[in-house]
């Protein structure tokens, strides 16, 4: 679970919060939330302590069966903290020797609550390129929640007919997807071809 918010009563990490009400019993789930990291600099990718905080990050990604990303939009773009996340972690390849692309072949689910009535519709399409440049496999579902302030309000199940539909049918399919990446991954470590 990825919020693309850093502010404390996001509403995008509380919509995580409704996702793993939906995953509850069916997964484990790893909210990864306060990430400490400065504006990537390409200069400073081997200064010891930054390269610690984004091989750690790396290695929580890369033990995910699938992503559940949840950002707000700034001027119709994912914000720079979520950005910022991705460019650490992407280069880690070419900083590390041996390091694979956290990225490939995961399936990410992208979400997106705002307070306005666009529900994120400008950043859905622009975090889809992002996460597939990288190297994700990026599902078709996606949740839009327009003015989430008064919908996002507590937890377990939504109170909205509506998204309480989205949010259940997007969770099949993360969780789907999760299951075919899982099982491929076991396949090539046990030398059986995918």
Not at 54 to 79: F, I, K, M, S, W
Not at 172 to 190: I, P, T
Request: with cysteine; hydrophobic share 45%.
């Amino acid at each position: 679970m990825i919020p693309g918010s850093q502010r404390r009563d996001s509403l995008n990490a509380r919509l995580l919060g409704h996702f793993a009400w939906y995953l509850a019993g069916r997964c484990r789930m790893d909210f990864m939330s306060a990430v400490d990291l400065p504006l990537f600099d390409q200069d400073r990718e081997r200064e010891p302590a930054i390269l610690r905080r984004v091989l750690a990050l790396h290695q929580r990604v890369a033990r995910a069966d699938a992503l559940v990303v949840a950002c707000p939009e700034y001027n119709g773009q994912p914000t720079p903290y979520l950005k910022n996340l991705v460019d650490w972690i992407s280069r880690l390849p070419h900083v590390v020797p041996g390091a694979a692309n956290a990225f490939q072949g995961r399936p990410a689910l992208l979400a997106s609550a705002t307070t306005g009535h666009a529900g994120g519709a400008l950043v859905l399409p622009v975090a889809q390129a992002l996460f597939r440049y990288v190297g994700c496999q990026v599902l078709a579902d996606t949740v839009s929640v327009p003015y989430a302030h008064e919908i996002l309000t507590g937890d377990g199940p939504v109170d909205d007919p509506l998204l309480d539909i989205e949010i259940a049918g997007a969770t099949e399919a993360v969780v789907a997807a999760a299951d075919r990446f899982s099982g491929e991954v076991r396949d090539c470590r046990s030398g059986v071809p995918a």
